[in-house]
């Protein structure tokens, strides 16, 4: 059985060598360069925290108070310190979602942004 083996793996060596040396007068087939599918370009969403805290960019600094709508490094810049913790991810519906948190000596503020808007405050 060995000796059918290395019959058989010589002979396909032997055809596709002689694949190689074809003296065919059949021009090459080219191969034609194929585009990359193109992707959506991710959305801009401006200034937003990074999972480590900080501002990827500059703050809008329209923000007077914390509320409704403001960015999320407009928080940042209005509570004047690092969060204690955030958490960055992107919902089923494709949509930025971050959730920052401050530990602060009266209790815990979490602050829930969706596509750079805060969203609701939870205390």
């Known amino acids: 059985m060995g000796m059918r083996v ?6 396909l060596l032997a055809v596709s060598l002689s694949a190689c040396n074809s003296t ?3 021009p090459p087939v080219a191969s034609v360069p194929v585009a990359p599918a193109s992707m959506a370009a991710a959305p801009d969403f401006g200034a937003v925290i990074g999972p480590d805290g900080r501002c990827t960019g500059t703050p809008s600094a329209t ?3 914390i509320a ?8 940042l810049t209005l509570k004047g310190k690092a969060p204690t913790d955030v958490l960055v991810g992107e919902s089923g519906k494709g949509q930025r979602e971050v959730q920052v948190l401050y530990s602060e000596p009266g ?6 942004f969706v596509n750079n808007k ?6």
């Open 107 to 112: 209790g815990r503020e979490l602050y829930f």
């Open 63 to 65: 923000a007077a108070a």
């Open 6 to 11: 290395h019959l058989l793996a010589a002979a």
């Open 24 to 26: 065919s007068s059949a």
């Open 118 to 123: 805060l969203d609701r405050i939870v205390k």
């Open 68 to 75: 409704p709508g403001i960015g999320e490094c407009d928080l």
